[in-house]
C-alpha cells in the first residue's frame, strides 16, 4: 500500500465521514482497533476506499488479530445499486483448472448457488469478496466443517449427512464433479470474469433482469407496502387502468401529418419529412419507479415505422428521484420466422442509419471477431455509430474489472489492441459489417433510400427459429389449443343462430 499515509481513528463511524470527505484520487488508508471473533481479544481493522478501473468504486477492508492470527478481508460497494439485478450462470467441467481460478466479485447483496448439490451461499453467509470460483468454493467447505466434530457429537445423524455433503462439495473444488456455479446479484454488482472478452464465453452466460418488489425492500429502497402484495398489487391495478388520460400530441400528432400531406403538391417530399407517424395521441397512467419506488407517471404511445412494424414507445419520469428511462416493445403478433439484418457499412453516413434493436437480439461484427448475446445491451433505439459506442462502454463497466494490476500483460494488450480496433471502425478507414440476429424479428436497421429494395448494403433474411431458440423464448410451452376451440365454438353457434 506504498503512498497510502495510515489514519488511525476510534471507531467505523469516523472512518465513514473521513472516508467521504476525501478525495477520491489520495484516499488514504485507515484502521481501527476491533474484537476478534475467535480469541475476544482486539485486532485491528484496516478500510481503503478504491477504484477498480471501469468497474466500480470499492471499500477493502481488511481484519488481524497478533493475538491468535485471525484474518479476514471483506469488498463492499461505493458506488450506486445498478438499475437491474444480473444472473451469471458458469458450466463448470471436470479436467479444468482454468474455469477455477476465474476472478469472482460477490457483492454482499449476491446469491451463489450450484443446483447439482442443491447447495445456496445466501448474502449474509459470505459477504462481499473479492476471490476465485475455487476460493469460494473452499471457503464454504472451510466453513461448514469448522464445527463438525461438535456438531457430530450434539447430532450424529446430521454431522454424518454433513460429512457426505462436503465429499461431493470438494469433489466439485477439485475439478472431478461437473457443476454449475450460479452467481446472483439483485444489485448488479456482482461479476464473473471471461477470459475470451469481448468474444462470447461458451461456458459463462450472463443475463440481466429488473428487480422485484421484495427485492427492492431487500436492497433498502422505500416500497409501497401493497406491492409486496400481489392480490393488492392486482387490484391497485384494475383501479388505476380507469385513471387512463389521453392527452392530444399537438401539432407533431398524426393528425398535423396528414393535415400537411393534404396540403402539399409534391407526395414525394412529405413522405420524407414524415417517415415516421406521429402518434394520435398519448396515454399516460400511473406507474413507480423503478429506482426509488415512488409514484410516478408513464407515457405511452403506438407509431408505425415504415418497413418495420407497429411499436410500442413508452418514457417514465420520476419528479422524486429524477430517474427516467424509455422503452420500445414490439407490437402484433409474434413473427413465424427469426430475422438476420446484415449491413455494409461502408462510409460516414452510414453510421448515422438509425438502429433499433431489441432485447432478444444478437449482435456480430465478424472483422472484430465481437459477438454480444441477446440481452447484452437490452432494448435501444439508437444508431450504428451509438451501438458501437454503448458496446465498447458496456465491454469497459463489465470486464473492464480485469484491468487491475493482477493482470497480466498479453491479457492487457489483448484489450488495449481490441479497444484500439473498435475505436478504428468509427473512423471509418475501412469498410465493416453489422449484423443484428433477432429470433423475434423485432430490430431493425433504417435504409438509406427511399426505397429499401434500392439500398444494396442492407441485407435482411428471414429464417426458421430452432427448437432451442423457441425454448429460450418459451414459445414451445404456449398451447392456444383451448382459446382456438372455445373461439371456433362460438363461431359455429354465431353461425348457427343468426340474429333477426
Given at each position: 500500500?506504498e503512498?497510502?499515509?495510515?489514519k488511525?481513528?476510534?471507531?467505523v463511524?469516523?472512518?465513514?465521514?473521513a472516508i467521504?470527505?476525501?478525495?477520491?484520487?489520495a484516499?488514504?488508508?485507515?484502521?481501527v482497533?476491533s474484537l476478534?471473533?475467535?480469541?475476544t481479544?482486539?485486532g485491528?481493522?484496516?478500510?481503503l476506499?478504491?477504484?477498480?478501473?471501469?468497474?466500480?468504486?470499492v471499500?477493502?477492508s481488511?481484519?488481524e488479530?497478533p493475538?491468535?492470527?485471525?484474518r479476514?478481508?471483506?469488498v463492499q460497494?461505493?458506488?450506486?445499486?445498478q438499475?437491474k439485478?444480473?444472473?451469471?450462470?458458469?458450466?463448470?467441467q471436470?479436467?479444468?483448472?482454468?474455469?477455477?481460478s476465474?476472478?469472482?466479485v460477490?457483492?454482499?447483496?449476491?446469491?451463489?448457488?450450484i443446483?447439482?448439490?442443491?447447495?445456496?451461499?445466501?448474502?449474509?453467509?459470505?459477504r462481499g469478496?473479492?476471490s476465485?470460483?475455487?476460493?469460494?468454493?473452499?471457503?464454504a467447505?472451510?466453513?461448514?466443517?469448522?464445527l463438525?466434530?461438535e456438531r457430530k457429537?450434539v447430532?450424529p445423524q446430521?454431522?454424518?449427512?454433513?460429512?457426505?455433503?462436503?465429499l461431493?462439495l470438494r469433489?466439485?473444488a477439485?475439478?472431478?464433479?461437473?457443476f454449475?456455479f450460479i452467481l446472483?446479484?439483485p444489485?448488479?454488482?456482482?461479476?464473473?470474469e471471461?477470459?475470451f472478452?469481448p468474444s462470447p464465453d461458451p461456458s459463462l452466460s450472463i443475463?440481466?433482469?429488473?428487480?422485484?418488489?421484495?427485492q427492492?425492500?431487500?436492497?433498502?429502497y422505500?416500497?409501497?407496502?401493497?406491492?409486496?402484495?400481489a392480490?393488492a398489487?392486482?387490484?391497485?391495478?384494475s383501479n388505476?387502468?380507469?385513471q387512463?388520460?389521453r392527452?392530444?400530441?399537438?401539432?407533431?400528432?398524426?393528425?398535423?401529418?396528414?393535415?400537411a400531406?393534404?396540403?402539399s403538391?409534391?407526395?414525394?417530399i412529405?413522405?420524407a419529412?414524415f417517415?415516421y407517424?406521429?402518434?394520435?395521441?398519448?396515454?399516460t397512467?400511473?406507474?413507480t419507479?423503478?429506482?426509488?419506488?415512488?409514484?410516478?407517471?408513464t407515457?405511452?404511445?403506438?407509431?408505425?415505422?415504415p418497413?418495420?412494424q407497429e411499436?410500442i414507445v413508452m418514457a417514465?419520469t420520476?419528479d422524486?428521484?429524477?430517474?427516467?428511462n424509455?422503452e420500445?416493445k414490439?407490437g402484433g403478433?409474434?413473427?413465424?420466422k427469426?430475422k438476420?439484418?446484415t449491413?455494409?457499412?461502408?462510409?460516414?453516413?452510414?453510421?448515422?442509419r438509425d438502429?433499433?434493436k431489441s432485447?432478444?437480439?444478437?449482435?456480430?461484427?465478424?472483422?472484430?471477431?465481437?459477438?454480444?448475446?441477446s440481452g447484452?445491451l437490452g432494448?435501444?433505439?439508437?444508431?450504428?455509430?451509438?451501438?458501437?459506442?454503448?458496446i465498447s462502454?458496456?465491454?469497459e463497466?463489465v470486464?473492464?474489472?480485469t484491468?487491475?494490476d493482477?493482470?497480466?500483460?498479453?491479457?492487457?494488450?489483448?484489450?488495449?489492441?481490441?479497444k484500439?480496433?473498435l475505436?478504428?471502425?468509427?473512423s471509418?478507414?475501412e469498410?465493416w459489417?453489422?449484423?443484428l440476429?433477432?429470433?423475434?424479428a423485432?430490430?431493425?436497421?433504417a435504409?438509406?433510400?427511399?426505397?429499401?429494395?434500392?439500398?444494396h448494403?442492407?441485407?435482411?433474411?428471414?429464417?426458421?427459429r430452432?427448437w432451442?431458440?423457441n425454448?429460450?423464448?418459451?414459445?414451445?410451452?404456449i398451447?392456444?389449443?383451448s382459446a382456438?376451440a372455445?373461439?371456433?365454438?362460438?363461431?359455429?353457434?354465431?353461425?348457427?343462430?343468426?340474429?333477426e
Amino acid at each position: 500500500m506504498e503512498g497510502n499515509k495510515e489514519k488511525i481513528v476510534d471507531d467505523v463511524g469516523s472512518v465513514a465521514e473521513a472516508i467521504s470527505a476525501d478525495d477520491d484520487n489520495a484516499a488514504p488508508l485507515y484502521q481501527v482497533e476491533s474484537l476478534c471473533m475467535r480469541c475476544t481479544q482486539n485486532g485491528i481493522t484496516r478500510f481503503l476506499l478504491t477504484s477498480i478501473p471501469h468497474f466500480r468504486k470499492v471499500l477493502l477492508s481488511a481484519f488481524e488479530c497478533p493475538h491468535c492470527g485471525e484474518r479476514n478481508n471483506e469488498v463492499q460497494f461505493a458506488g450506486e445499486i445498478q438499475p437491474k439485478g444480473c444472473h451469471y450462470r458458469l458450466e463448470v467441467q471436470p479436467g479444468d483448472p482454468k474455469l477455477f481460478s476465474r476472478q469472482v466479485v460477490k457483492s454482499e447483496s449476491a446469491t451463489i448457488k450450484i443446483p447439482e448439490l442443491d447447495f445456496e451461499i445466501p448474502p449474509e453467509a459470505q459477504r462481499g469478496s473479492l476471490s476465485t470460483v475455487e476460493g469460494i468454493l473452499v471457503r464454504a467447505i472451510d466453513g461448514l466443517q469448522a464445527l463438525q466434530e461438535e456438531r457430530k457429537k450434539v447430532d450424529p445423524q446430521t454431522g454424518e449427512a454433513i460429512d457426505q455433503f462436503l465429499l461431493k462439495l470438494r469433489a466439485c473444488a477439485t475439478g472431478e464433479s461437473p457443476f454449475t456455479f450460479i452467481l446472483d446479484d439483485p444489485a448488479g454488482n456482482s461479476f464473473i470474469e471471461n477470459p475470451f472478452a469481448p468474444s462470447p464465453d461458451p461456458s459463462l452466460s450472463i443475463k440481466f433482469y429488473d428487480r422485484t418488489p421484495e427485492q427492492q425492500a431487500l436492497l433498502g429502497y422505500l416500497v409501497d407496502p401493497s406491492q409486496l402484495n400481489a392480490d393488492a398489487a392486482m387490484e391497485e391495478t384494475s383501479n388505476d387502468v380507469d385513471q387512463i388520460r389521453r392527452q392530444p400530441h399537438g401539432s407533431v400528432g398524426a393528425a398535423a401529418g396528414q393535415k400537411a400531406i393534404a396540403q402539399s403538391n409534391s407526395a414525394e417530399i412529405v413522405e420524407a419529412l414524415f417517415r415516421y407517424s406521429a402518434p394520435e395521441e398519448v396515454m399516460t397512467f400511473p406507474s413507480t419507479c423503478g429506482a426509488c419506488a415512488a409514484r410516478c407517471e408513464t407515457r405511452m404511445f403506438v407509431t408505425r415505422i415504415p418497413y418495420f412494424q407497429e411499436v410500442i414507445v413508452m418514457a417514465s419520469t420520476c419528479d422524486a428521484c429524477g430517474y427516467r428511462n424509455s422503452e420500445l416493445k414490439p407490437g402484433g403478433a409474434i413473427p413465424d420466422k427469426g430475422k438476420r439484418i446484415t449491413l455494409s457499412v461502408k462510409n460516414i453516413n452510414d453510421l448515422s442509419r438509425d438502429v433499433i434493436k431489441s432485447d432478444t437480439a444478437s449482435v456480430k461484427v465478424p472483422e472484430l471477431d465481437l459477438e454480444l448475446a441477446s440481452g447484452t445491451l437490452g432494448g435501444v433505439v439508437t444508431t450504428v455509430e451509438g451501438l458501437i459506442t454503448k458496446i465498447s462502454e458496456s465491454l469497459e463497466r463489465v470486464h473492464g474489472f480485469t484491468f487491475g494490476d493482477s493482470l497480466d500483460e498479453s491479457k492487457k494488450n489483448k484489450w488495449l489492441d481490441f479497444k484500439a480496433r473498435l475505436n478504428k471502425i468509427l473512423s471509418m478507414t475501412e469498410p465493416w459489417t453489422l449484423i443484428l440476429d433477432d429470433a423475434l424479428a423485432n430490430s431493425f436497421i433504417a435504409p438509406a433510400t427511399d426505397d429499401i429494395k434500392d439500398d444494396h448494403q442492407l441485407i435482411f433474411e428471414e429464417y426458421e427459429r430452432s427448437w432451442e431458440q423457441n425454448e429460450e423464448l418459451g414459445l414451445n410451452d404456449i398451447d392456444t389449443s383451448s382459446a382456438d376451440a372455445a373461439y371456433n365454438s362460438t363461431g359455429v353457434t354465431s353461425n348457427e343462430n343468426p340474429q333477426e
